[in-house]
Each structure stands twice: as C-alpha cells, then as structure tokens.
C-alpha cells in the first residue's frame, strides 16, 4: 500500500465514521459522490484492501510477448549495435528486423539486459542561447570535424558541416584533407543548391583568417592597431561572391554546429558501422542517402520569418573563377607568366591591348586548370617546353707531371756541407793565446 492509499484510506473511515460527509470526502479525494459511496461500499466488505487498485500486480494487457523482448535483446547484443542507445536502436529494429518497440519499453528492455545504463541527470549551470535567425539563409554557421569516422576500418576522414541558423537545414560531406579545395567544393556545391546567404559564421582558422606574423621579441598590436592583412582564398572568394564572414571568439558562440558533430558522432558513426563501410566514397554515399535526409527531415524547424534569405546567383557570378586559387603576376614581353618555378605560355586568339608587362590575376581553379584573367577576360595558359641543354663535351683531366726527382749533391758539396755541420772550433780570443811562435828548437 502506498502513501497515496493511505491517505485516501484516512478520509474514508472519517466519511464512515461520519465524521466528514460523502461531499466532503470527495472534494477532498477529487472524485464524484458515486465513486465514494463504491469506494465504502468495498471499504465494508473487502477491508483496508478495497483502496488498493484491483490491477495492481497483474500484467498489462498492453504488455510484449517476452518472446518479442528476447528476441530484441538477441539482435542488439551483436557488435554491430554496440553502444546503441534506445531511440536509435529502436529506429534499427523497426526498419531492419520489422520490430515496432517504443523507446521506454526498449529503454527498459535494454536496461534489464545490461545493454544500456541509465544516466543521472546533472543540473548544470542554465545558459541563455542566442536566439535564433528569423529566416532561412541570413546565416549559415561552418566547420570541419576531425573524428575516427570509419572505427580504424578505413582511412582518416574529416567532416565538414554547413548548417543553417534559423532552421538546422545539413548540408555536408567527407574529404580527406581539410583544406581550402575542400572547403570551396563543399562552398560550390551549397551554392549552387540554395544561392548565396547572407554571411557565414565560422571559427578563426586558417583557411578564413590571415594570421598576422609577430617576431618573437615582441608583442602582438591590438586589434584596431593592426595594419589589415589580405584575406585568405576563401576570404576572396565571400568577398567576390557578396557574402559577408563572421568570425566566432569561441567554440561556445557556434553551438549549433559543434552539437550537430555531437549527433554525427553518435549516430552517423553506428549507421556506417551496419552498412559496413571503408571508403570515402561509401561513406559519403551513406551520408548523402540515409543521414542528411534523416537530419532535415526530423531535426529541421521552422524559422520565424517564412521569407528566404538566400540570393541566387547572377551573370556576374563565376564560381569557377571566384572558388580558385588566385595569384597575381606580370606578364614578361613574350606573353609568359612565372609560377611555381615553371614558365607558362598564355594561349591568345587575338592579342589584346596593355598585355604586355601587366599585372594580370592567375587562376589555378577546382579542376586543376590554369587560367589568367585580364579586364574581364579569360585565357588558358599552358606550360613552355623546356629548352634542350646544350651538349656539354667533357675533356679528359690532364694528367699529372711526372715529378722529376732531384739531382744528387757532388762530392764537394758533400764535403762542404760536413765541415759546415762540424762542431764549432776554438773561439778567436782562445786561439789568439796559444804561442805559436816558431824558435830555433821547434819548428813546425
């Protein structure tokens, strides 16, 4: 009996008791004067027992066959559902194995299984969002995930989200690098698809902010001090198409699309692990067919304003001159270009006038092809031939002078040198005392 009963009961015996009217009791309990007459009326006949609920222990006749439920856990203890969480499990089981289970039962069904632990709910600190957009288009926030997308079963992936503010409208794909190609590809394709928004919001990488180049011996200018710096590729190409960028000072400020590589890492990741895919094109073909739609179809809401923002794309737009990579150079006397070290030729019908020694902007577009642009005109260019060395003739080395060896001291020489080397005699003053002087005795 529960608490609730108990105190239901407590008014009973004070209506039997008439210590309170049946009026009374009912205002008391929220039920009609007939429900208490019945309810004293089993209080007479049954006991305390009669407020207990008769249903009470027995199964619902709404309840699963536990055949159905064994069978739910069997599929979901496969590796391939691992980590599945009850609503997207419960997804997998109706599409796939035409198994209808609600999200609680599943939840409960998975809990007695050890296939899902339930969570605490924390109470966090509550923090006001930014509202959204009014309408669609105004601003699109982008990003690049990088992620163990394919679980080791392939090579390393990276995520890039376009994602509208007023309504979460996904627009995504896989590359294997996140650069700037990438980038302006995943840039054309949205493009093209829905024209140009109003701004994008994106974080301060490289690929959209020039980083300023401070020596280490001294400070970095603050931020209006700062000479301004030319945009990046990407910079250009928003500029040239109309489209005004908004930098994010933290990862907080772009909270949609940080959430949304949350889900897509959650789900995105389990959906491709059951269709077993290893490459970058199957996982772009998952992406494009089961996952985007999924998004758009169940997470898109309404915006506030049904106008759209989004600009469609005039004759003055050239996404293939605007999404490259642009240089400028000057144009040599011969109609050539330097670039990258290599010589290249621009391919000319007629010759237009100012060619010659003008800056003209080089284009290296999405398809690898090189093109220069000059007052509003476009031409290919093609790289020169380089000019054949010329025969270089090797001349044998000369070779080296016999040494002559030298000719051997005469025998004079051979004397002379010795009494050079002989000890030294007696010094002058010594000799100058010896008496020497010849007598009639001795003679020398």
């Not at 039920?31 to 009326?41: A, D, G």
């Not at 006991?47 to 055949?67: F, I, M, T, W």
């Not at 995520?159 to 979460?168: G, P, V």
């Not at 974080?203 to 959209?208: I, R, V």
Request: overall charge positive.
């Amino acid at each position: 009996m529960t608490q609730r009963d108990r105190d239901r009961l407590v008014v009973l015996k004070k209506a039997q008791k008439r210590l309170i009217t049946q009026e009374q009791a009912a205002q008391e309990l929220s039920l009609t004067t007939r429900q208490i007459k019945r309810l004293l009326r089993r209080l007479r006949e049954e006991g305390d027992k009669a407020v207990v609920h008769r249903l009470r222990g027995r199964p619902s006749n709404r309840a699963l066959p536990e055949a159905l439920c064994q069978k739910a856990v069997a599929i979901l203890s496969r590796e391939v559902y691992r980590g599945f969480g009850p609503t997207l499990a419960s997804e997998y089981l109706e599409k796939k194995h035409r198994l209808k289970i609600g999200r609680e039962k599943l939840r409960q069904i998975m809990m007695r299984a050890g296939l899902w632990r339930a969570r605490r709910q924390k109470v966090e600190k509550v923090h006001v969002w930014r509202p959204r957009r009014s309408c669609r288009g105004e601003l699109v926030q982008w990003d690049t995930s990088e992620h163990d997308w394919l679980e080791g079963r392939g090579e390393k992936l990276y995520l890039i989200h376009m994602i509208d503010d007023a309504t979460s409208e996904l627009t995504a794909r896989f590359v294997r690098h996140d650069s700037t190609q990438e980038n302006m590809r995943l840039l054309w394709s949205y493009l093209e698809r829905h024209g140009r928004p109003v701004a994008f919001y994106t974080d301060k990488a490289s690929l959209f902010q020039t980083a300023p180049k401070v020596a280490r011996d001294q400070k970095e200018l603050p931020r209006d001090e700062r000479e301004p710096l030319p945009p990046t590729q990407i910079g250009r190409a928003l500029q040239e198409l109309g489209i005004a960028w908004i930098a994010a000072h933290s990862p907080q400020a772009k909270g949609r699309v940080e959430r949304s590589f949350g889900t897509a890492q959650d789900r995105l990741v389990k959906g491709r692990r059951v269709v077993r895919a290893r490459t970058l094109e199957e996982a772009n073909r998952y992406l494009e067919q089961e996952f985007v739609p999924w998004w758009n179809q169940h997470l898109v809401v309404e915006p506030a304003n049904a106008a759209d923002a989004h600009r469609p794309l005039g004759p003055e737009h050239d996404l293939a001159s605007s999404l490259s990579q642009v240089v400028m150079r000057e144009v040599d006397n011969n109609y050539t270009v330097a670039l990258d070290g290599q010589t290249y030729r621009i391919v000319l019908d007629t010759v237009p006038a100012g060619l010659r020694k003008a800056v003209v902007r080089v284009e290296r577009r999405l398809d690898e092809t090189l093109m220069v642009r000059f007052r509003e005109h476009s031409w290919p260019i093609e790289e020169c031939p380089k000019p054949p060395k010329a025969a270089v003739t090797v001349q044998p080395k000369p070779k080296p002078a016999s040494r002559r060896k030298p000719p051997q001291p005469s025998e004079s020489c051979r004397l002379a040198m010795a009494r050079f080397l002989q000890k030294p005699g007696l010094p002058v003053w010594k000799a100058a005392e010896i008496d020497r002087t010849r007598t009639e005795d001795v003679l020398d």
